[in-house]
């Protein structure tokens, strides 16, 4: 079993910053991609970046430009770096991140998700 424990959210104006953090503990052998998704109200949870094992990265169209994804393999942590915050950033963000697990039958990958935490950007 794996916890994905965020840090980070809260209130933000227009135009301003914020940092959410993510960090990975437990049964990890080792650490495919990890991610951030949000759920607006009203709507589905949808992608804002991801970045692979390798360093890849992918942003959805609506963050490029303004949001960063990093991470730190060494402390199983994804980070978001959020400029420029637009009142429709605001939404509840989920850390994800897919796992690979060792146990007596063999190695398997799965899929993870933390808590979540606010952001909300105001006008």
């Known amino acids: 079993q794996v916890e994905l424990v965020e840090s980070g959210g809260g209130l933000a104006q227009a135009g301003g910053s914020l940092t959410l953090s993510c960090v990975a503990s437990g049964n990890i052998f080792s650490i495919n991609s990890m991610g951030w998704y949000r759920r607006s109200p009203g709507k589905e949870r949808d992608l804002v970046a991801r970045?692979?094992?390798?360093?890849?990265?992918n942003y959805a169209d609506s963050v490029k430009g303004r949001f960063t994804i990093s991470r730190d393999n060494a402390k199983n942590m994804v980070s978001l770096q959020m400029n420029s915050l637009k009142p429709e950033d605001t939404a509840v963000y989920y850390c994800y991140s897919n796992v690979r697990a060792q146990e007596i039958r063999g190695v398997y990958d799965y899929d993870y998700w933390g808590h979540g935490t606010q952001v909300t950007v105001s006008s």
């Open positions: 970045v692979s094992s390798g360093g890849s990265t």
